[in-house]
């Protein structure tokens, strides 16, 4: 499986950018697909992530800013980063959990990261 991870680069604060996610290399189910952030010096965390259906959930600092969807055709997820802050600055990973059947445990992937820089 591999999780490419792709639109990181440099906005400035209120400015935005689009983060994508394409998942490949597996024809079992996509469950639950997350976007996760780490901050230098900080722990990861969760930012947002989707069910198949398109239910969302979203951390508290982000909500109202970034919108998470999916194509689930595509195996392609995203995340529309609005009204950045510097605060928001991080490598964003991508995290895609595939549901087991009967010879393959459940299990998740993580991308390989992607860097948001926001300059006040």
Known sequence: VQ???????VAQAGGSLTLS???????????????????PGKERQLVADITPSGSANY????????????DNAKSTMYLLLN??????????YCNVFY????????RDYWGQGTLVTVSS
């Open 3 to 9: 999780l490419q991870a792709s639109g990181g680069g």
């Open 83 to 92: 009204n950045l802050k510097p605060e928001d600055t991080a490598v964003y």
């Open 21 to 39: 996610c394409a998942a490949s290399g597996s024809e079992l189910s996509i469950n639950l697909m997350s976007w996760y952030r780490q901050a």
């Open 99 to 106: 549901s087991g059947d009967f010879s393959n445990p459940p």
């Open 59 to 70: 951390a508290e600092s982000v909500k109202g800013r970034f919108t998470i969807s999916r």
